[in-house]
């Protein structure tokens, strides 16, 4: 995010400029192992140098409450989500002034306090669903529980959400996974590795993108006209996005807004899933 007003106060902590390279590779080796040492090493605010830019690091949930709750108004989407909209598209995330209020007033019918209560059964269906397979593996191999956790809850945001069966689709978890690595490293490393190199990372992301638009344009097939009196999300941005002049912008659009809501609302729940059953396992450290 970037500061509208500053206000002035001392500088966070961190390493010197000449630690930008190293930092840039580290943050492409192992995100979370650079992030927890520098949280070791810093504290819970540090200032990161990565190339000519600066990143603030912030580790305590009171600090994200200041930034997100308290003083919203005091920061803007910065330069981050600037670079990530490569990965991200021009989605709910990444947008900004009357585009973002156009698409938030699309989109907002579907949170409503009645609406989420109507949710709570296809959660437990999903949840069930989970169980069985669960059950089917438990003298099996060992269960890829983040994989599962990514199955559980794209199946539940697919029927909730869009009104539509995502896990029909095959790798739908893994393309969401490899535009997710590459918005944040674009978004950590604020685009100073250019985009030409042919980079592992970038040529998978590329594959995802791809991939994604195809699963967005059979969900758009296969509802087809049948949008009108419909109040699902995927219902309601194809009205939406079809009202474009532009038939092609209209495409990406819906693709950018499907991919950004369901990457958003999946992937911090199943992490957050995947790190508590990590934690309640009686073998990890933590645990005990």
């Not at 970037?2 to 390493?15: C, E, H, L, Q």
């Not at 819970?44 to 140098?49: E, G």
């Not at 947008?95 to 209560?117: D, H, M, T, Y």
């Not at 809850?153 to 697919?158: A, E, H, I, P, Y």
Request: charged share 25%.
């Amino acid at each position: 995010m970037t500061v509208i007003a500053d206000r002035g106060g001392r500088i966070p902590p961190g390493p010197p400029v000449t630690a930008g390279l190293r930092l840039l590779l580290a943050l492409g080796r192992d995100r979370l192992g650079m992030m927890t040492s520098a949280a070791a090493e810093y504290g819970d605010v540090a200032r990161l140098p990565v190339g000519p830019k600066k990143l603030y690091f912030f580790n305590h949930p009171d600090h994200a409450k200041h930034v997100l709750a308290d003083n919203h108004a005091n920061y803007q989407k910065g330069i981050g989500l600037v670079h990530a909209r490569r990965a991200l598209g021009d989605g709910l995330l990444t947008s900004e002034g009357e585009l973002w209020r156009k698409q938030r007033r699309v989109i907002q019918p579907a949170f409503q306090n009645r609406r989420l209560a109507q949710y709570a059964g296809a959660v437990g269906q999903e949840a069930t669903r989970l169980v069985a397979r669960l059950a089917t593996r438990v003298d099996g191999p060992p269960v890829d529980v983040l994989d599962e956790m990514t199955r559980l809850t794209l199946g539940v945001l697919g029927r909730t959400l869009l009104d539509a069966e995502l896990t029909g689709f095959h790798g739908v978890g893994e393309s969401f996974a490899a535009v997710q690595d590459q918005a944040m490293f674009e978004l950590e490393t604020l685009n100073t590795v250019p985009t030409w190199i042919p980079l592992r990372r970038q040529r998978r992301f590329r594959r995802a993108r791809q991939h994604l638009q195809e699963v967005v344009d059979v969900l758009a097939a296969e509802r087809g006209q049948a949008v009108e009196g419909r109040d699902d999300v995927l219902s309601r941005l194809i009205l939406s996005t079809r009202a474009e002049a532009d038939p092609q912008l209209g495409r990406e659009r819906l693709r950018d807004e499907l991919v950004t809501l369901l990457l958003a609302g999946h992937e911090t729940t199943a992490s957050t899933l995947g790190w508590s059953l990590h934690l309640l396992d009686p073998a990890t450290p933590e645990a005990a």
